[in-house]
């Protein structure tokens, strides 16, 4: 752990995935990244190679929540209260958070509990922020979701979704701000998530092994590089990682000033029906995904191609069991992309591509 | 090269072969000393015995020539608290603040980590140690308590499964490199008497192997990697973990051969050690390794679950041929094109000689696509479940003395910001210091119970009858009937299972399962036509019962058939014997005591589906037309009224 980690720029393959990643980082607010597939293929080094990646963020000093303090809407109540009173907020610069949620960890690590240590020692009633405290502003990364605990799973997406930790136990009664980007991984064929579940994540991607030789002797030559020499292989992928992090945060800055026009969101719309998906969850995903790759290809606005593009990942998990419909999700997808674009957006995508 | 029909083999060929499988083991016993962190550890095929006990005491003696090594053991019940590490209560108690302790997998760190039986191992317990294998580390988020502890060790997991029915978690044995197969290994061969002790104390020649750390020095090259690649390729090795293990075996033989560059005998052994007990396709050698046809390509999508479903060579029937002295009956290509594919086509060749006869029937018998890929059946679905049971509640204040269990935790944690309050109070009661109290003061209401969800789960098993002309026609009804089923089941956590019957014995195409995924998958190579085995139907639908009941599931069968059987146990033809026998079987059935329901599928309901019905004290439905709703509709019911009356 304490080595350098992969770099994400020499990850073999898996674009869908990485792109998925990107486009949550860029946009926190698409919600969570699920990723579901074979062994072996990356999933968790893709993640953790996120981390470094993410250009590094000013935090309040001393807040034990990670509190921006740019913004006034997402403190914790000691630096609302801070704000307020007008004082000099000093801060200072750390790495965006990745939290890993280990599988067997209890409830009360995850949302925070009472602090046993202060009670025990000097009879004092204090909380002790848990994971999710932690993952503010950051990812939360969870290996095998179908193996966690439905109540945490279900707790865990609630927060996500709110933006914030209501603690009521033991006692305690707080509330702390806890946004951060959910990515779970997981393998299928070990018991299906619910599907109430898997609506709540943002985007999700199928990754499969790869199957060319030459990507995976790519694959198993740099995974050896990487293992021997650490550093002189973060080195060589220097270069890629800056111009990749680069690419990150400039798409951050532009992400909220880019505008959909009412044809794109039409699009949306029109796509989201023809899919029959439920809500309006898929739609809001479906733009601001768009926004964001949008955003991360520099684009001056958001167009059918980036809709496109990112259709499958944010719609796949929302639709309709259809027990005897064989074609997977994805290829449903496909066809309803098919038909609501038309010919003409397809040679568009192929150009794009 | 045809891979089907084998030759029988006689006595002195099956001796060769448990003699190189043997040999094949002390290998992987020299390469696990070499470099004991660095290949994940063993998976071994034996049941517990002798030989079995031989190779780990040579495997310990092997070790403890580099220094003294602790043998951990992982008991099969083991309790996250224990696992992982947590609070530890005692200390916390005398201490008066919380203390952690390890947990096993932490403390296992620097020696070897058994698993006994791990075919029985759930499959959350084996993530738990996958990701601690993977990180190097183990994180414990538990009871208040946070800590990271070093977790490396050498993994060696015993796989005790009889056949192909069990095997230990995909997820396990994707991280280790080797799988050794002591099945049929004579004692005699082995070096022990069977009374299990060693016979001659000296004979482990093959120990001691020096000690050079890893692969850091090692050269590994394109061309090694690519032929690595290519090798797992052509066996349908699909997992990118296998094959970065195949590469780190080839550089620690290497390095045991005190050599700085892989050379082709290496790569030979990774091929047979690392790859071909993984195998799930024949590989061709004459063909171009890079461009594998399309039908075998089919059989890759899962590749990491094809490593536990297929079984491991069992019967002993095995070529004896070592990498070098190759050629028995394959005759290596002389006109190779490239270095490259010289290479792995000489790993392919290794690998081949590695592989069982009866692995490669059955792995052509699934080439020829008539049975469901048994590459694609884990047993995952099966074993998530016995985890869901009894899901914990969060403790409640209670009194134990009214039942429940008391949860010490909780129980502290309340107590816990009241001490130093508690203290004064009762410093200023007990007169003077004269009274020790104790660190900890707890009072009734800080009492927490236990509290567990327990739902009882349900298995239907669908056995349909495949056979003769009608079979298309209820083969698609059933599938869609399990299909509907299992949309709702995966929801409430149900599981559904398959077995077809026809030609000459039944097929268990879905073992209970509630993966949409594989279900699907199963339920597309249903295939049709032959003789009715209703008995070896009924017997199969019950085994996979039992085996639920064991887990504690509640099972519905449902029989899809008309009944009218027409080939005996013994998979003779013959009405009069096939009909007693499919009696015979539902009486068993009967004596199990599984709720049954038959629905007659024959156009004019008859009188032979009615009997067995009433045989087995089953419910009897004819529905001659019946679509997939109904039947749906119609197992449900029968499932609603089991679970009001049990």
Redesign the interface.
């Known amino acids: 752990?304490s080595n350098a980690p992969f770099p994400f720029a020499a990850i073999v393959g898996q674009d869908e995935m990485k792109l998925a990643l990107l486009i949550a980082a860029v946009d926190p607010s698409v919600g969570g990244v699920l990723v579901l597939g074979?062994?072996?293929?990356g999933k968790?080094t893709a993640v953790r190679a996120l981390a470094a990646l993410l250009p590094k963020m000013r935090v309040t000093t001393g807040c034990r929540y990670g509190c921006d303090p740019a913004s006034s809407s997402s403190s914790c109540n000691e630096c609302a209260v801070l704000k307020s009173s007008g004082a000099t907020i000093k801060s200072h610069l750390t790495p965006v958070p990745v939290v890993?949620?280990?599988?067997?960890?209890?409830?009360?690590?995850?949302i925070g509990?009472?602090?046993?240590?202060a009670?025990?020692?000097?009879?004092?009633?204090s909380f002790?922020p848990?994971?999710l405290a932690k993952s503010h502003r950051g990812f939360l990364y969870i290996?095998?979701v179908?193996?966690l605990?439905?109540?945490l799973v279900d707790l865990l997406i609630d927060v996500a979704a709110s933006g914030e930790n209501v603690v009521e136990r033991?006692?305690l009664s707080v509330r702390h701000p806890a946004r951060f980007v959910l990515v779970g991984s997981g393998?299928?064929?070990?018991?299906?998530l619910?599907?109430q579940l898997l609506d709540r994540f943002g985007l999700s991607v199928d990754v499969?092994?790869?199957?060319?030789?030459?990507e995976?002797?790519a694959?198993?030559?740099r995974?050896?590089t990487y293992e021997?020499q650490p550093a002189e292989f973060a080195a060589t992928w220097k270069r890629a990682e800056d111009k990749l992090r680069k690419q990150l945060s400039a798409a951050r800055d532009r992400v909220g000033m880019l505008a959909m026009t009412d044809a794109v969101l039409e699009r949306a719309a029109q796509i989201c029906i023809a899919l029959g998906t439920d809500g309006l969850r898929g739609e809001l995903t479906l733009m601001r995904a768009g926004r964001s790759l949008a955003a991360l290809e520099g684009a001056a606005k958001v167009t059918d191609v980036h809709l496109r593009r990112v259709a499958t990942m944010a719609l796949r998990h929302r639709l309709r069991?259809d027990?005897?419909d064989?074609a997977g999700s994805s290829t449903r997808v496909e066809r309803v992309l098919n038909e609501v674009f038309g010919d003409e957006a397809s040679a568009h995508l192929a150009v794009a591509a | 090269m045809t891979t089907s029909a084998p030759v029988e083999l006689t006595p002195d060929q099956l001796a060769d072969q448990a003699a190189s499988r043997w040999a094949r083991a002390l290998q992987v016993i020299e390469l696990l000393a070499a470099n004991p962190f660095g290949l994940g550890g063993a998976c071994i095929r034996a049941r517990s015995g002798p030989v079995r006990d031989e190779w780990v005491a040579r495997l310990k003696r092997a070790l403890d020539a580099r220094g003294n090594v602790r043998w951990h053991r992982l008991p099969l019940a083991t309790t996250?608290d224990r696992?992982?590490g947590?609070?530890d209560l005692q200390a916390?108690l005398a201490a008066?603040?919380?203390v952690s302790e390890q947990g096993l997998l932490a403390q296992a760190d620097g020696g070897v980590l058994q698993v006994a039986m791990a075919e029985r191992v759930t499959?959350?317990v084996a993530?738990?140690l996958a990701?601690a294998m993977?990180?190097?580390?183990?994180?414990?988020?538990?009871?208040?308590?946070?800590r990271?502890d070093e977790a490396r060790w050498l993994l060696i997991i015993y796989d005790e499964s009889l056949d192909g029915d069990e095997s230990p978690p995909?997820?396990l044995l994707?991280r280790v490199a080797f799988i050794v197969d002591l099945t049929d290994v004579s004692t005699r061969l082995a070096g022990v008497s069977s009374l299990g002790a060693p016979v001659r104390m000296s004979s482990s020649a093959h120990i001691a192997a020096p000690t050079i750390g890893d692969?850091?020095n090692i050269v590994?090259d394109?061309k090694s990697?690519?032929a690595?690649?290519?090798t797992?390729?052509a066996l349908g090795v699909?997992?990118?973990?296998s094959?970065?293990l195949a590469?780190a075996v080839s550089c620690t033989a290497a390095t045991i051969a005190q050599r700085d560059a892989i050379i082709d005998t290496d790569l030979a052994l990774a091929a047979q050690l690392v790859l071909a007990p993984r195998a799930t396709r024949v590989p061709e050698l004459r063909e171009e390794?890079?461009e594998p046809e399309s039908s075998e390509?089919e059989l890759a999508?899962?590749?990491?679950?094809s490593a536990d479903a297929v079984p491991p060579p069992r019967q002993g029937e095995e070529s004896a041929a070592p990498p070098e002295s190759e050629g028995l009956d394959n005759v290596p290509d002389s006109e190779k094109q490239s270095d490259d594919s010289t290479m792995s086509d000489r790993m392919i060749e290794a690998a081949r000689a590695a592989l069982s006869a009866t692995l490669l029937r059955q792995l052509a018998e699934q080439l020829g696509g008539n049975s469901a890929p048994k590459g694609a059946q884990?047993r995952?679905?099966r074993e998530?479940l016995s985890?869901q049971r009894g899901?914990p509640l969060?403790p409640r204040r209670g009194d134990a003395r009214r039942g429940g269990r008391v949860h010490v935790l909780a129980t502290v944690?309340?107590a816990?910001?009241?001490?130093?309050?508690r203290h004064e109070l009762r410093a200023h009661r007990a007169l003077v210091g004269t009274v020790l109290l104790p660190k900890l003061l707890v009072e009734p209401e800080d009492w927490h119970v236990s509290r567990r969800a327990f739902r009882s789960e349900t298995l239907t098993v669908f056995a349909v009858d495949a056979s003769g002309s009608a079979a298309l026609h209820r083969l698609a009804e059933a599938k869609?009937a399990v299909?509907?089923l299992?949309?709702e089941c995966?929801?409430r956590r149900d599981q559904v299972a398959l077995v077809s019957f026809r030609g000459k014995i039944a097929d268990v195409l879905l073992p209970p399962t509630?993966?949409?995924?594989?279900a699907?998958r199963s339920l597309?190579a249903l295939p049709g036509g032959g003789g009715t085995p209703l008995a070896s139907g009924i017997d199969q639908a019950v085994a996979i019962a039992e085996a639920a009941r064991r887990r504690g599931m509640t099972t519905t069968i449902v029989f899809l058939t008309d009944g009218r059987a027409n080939i005996a146990r013994d998979g003779t033809p013959g009405r009069p014997q096939a009909a007693l026998d499919a009696l015979d079987a539902a009486k068993r059935l009967r004596a199990g005591g599984y709720t049954t329901l038959m629905i007659d599928t024959s156009p004019q309901p008859q009188d032979s589906a009615r009997l067995l019905a009433e045989a087995m004290r089953g419910r009897y439905l004819g529905l001659p037309y019946a679509a997939?709703p109904v039947i749906s509709a119609a197992v449900r019911a029968e499932r609603a009224k089991m679970v009001k009356h049990p």
């Open positions: 752990m074979d062994r072996g293929t968790s890993d949620l280990p599988l067997g960890a209890t409830e009360d690590r995850v509990a009472l602090d046993l240590e009670a025990l020692t000097s009879g004092v009633k002790e848990g994971l290996d095998e179908n193996l605990e439905d109540h033991e006692g393998n299928p064929e070990e018991g299906e619910r599907p499969t092994t790869p199957k060319t030789v030459p995976r002797v694959v198993i030559q995974r050896d021997r069991r027990p005897l064989d | 996250d696992l992982l947590g609070l916390t008066g603040r919380p499959s959350s993530a738990r990701a993977d990180a190097g580390l183990i994180r414990t988020e538990r009871d208040g308590i946070q990271v995909a997820a994707d692969k850091r590994v394109e990697v690519t690595v690649c290519q797992a390729d699909g997992s990118l973990r094959q970065q590469v390794p890079s390509v999508p899962e590749p990491e679950h884990g995952y679905g998530r985890q899901r969060a944690r309340a816990a910001p009241w001490q130093s309050v869609g299909e509907l299992l949309a995966y929801i509630r993966s949409l995924v594989r699907k597309t997939a």
